[in-house]
């Protein structure tokens, strides 16, 4: 059976979580020595833990047919939606408690409703044994797509560096631009190791690769094809179906980079974009201008070190003291 579908109950109003695991099909293992052409890597992957961001679902949905024909070795368990509720509302968090389920793992099974709807999803995926956990999320219209490598803050200098390279070798395969996550004072402060993927690294010891591609919302059809190839790269990157991914035509391939906040504006004002995501920029170069309802220029807000914008602000309007856009700035090898 290539095809099976679990449901795992958390208590939400809308329904069960969905898992669908695709296994290889018996005339496509032949000559790869059936039985044993099922062995080999188990990949989970995950979309819409953020309500508002469904570019992953639509992924997954477009994923299965593709695995059930494709998938040469091993397994892939796909869970087309961590968060129907917020899905259906269209909102980013648990709308039940209005919690970001992406701070929550491992969950607690008697905590908050996002932490139980954390705790079941993660008790059926680490169930599951994965060698590669792959999560798919959405950014901002006119974002750079990429694959984000989360910090191993949690493990000692050869672990963490063990558990890194492999992850990032996967996001590598996904031929997009890969990004390291902020640095490690901002990934704790921010709980970063509490996202899912963060989680899947730092306290099952799974490698993780975080993908981001279009905008929340709605179901951007090219963000869902960058999506669908990056996910076949990084599993031909494991042996496990023959589809590379070719680099997106956007990728940026020196390196290493990694996620950081833009420059922050110092006024308030009318926000316009100077600078289109990925386009490389100096230090002191322009990013965004600031200006009144009379059309008067009131800042030009200028990169604070080399690199690019990676997305867009998701406003038109900002306020002193807040970061026009998320940056990619290199990173410290
Ligand atoms: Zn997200």
Redesign the pocket.
Known sequence: MPRSVSRVSYGGRGGDLHVVTITPNAAHAKGHGTPAAERGPVVVVTAN??GD?CTGTGAVIRLLPLLESELLRGAVHLYPSLNPDGLERRVRRVPEDDQDL?RQFPGDPTGTPAERLAHAAWTDLSARQPHLLIDL??DAPGALPYALVDRAVSLKSEARSNIEAVSLAAATASGLTVMHDYPDDRYLRFRLDRSLSGAALNRLRVPAVTVEAGPRLVLDTEAVDVTVRAVLGMLTHLGMLDAPAPPHAQRISDGPWRRDNGPRASTTGLLLPRARAGVRLERGAVVAEVRGFSGALLEEVRADSPGFVLAPAERSHVVAGVSVCTWATAEPS
């Open positions: 833990v953020h961001e992406n999320h959405a």
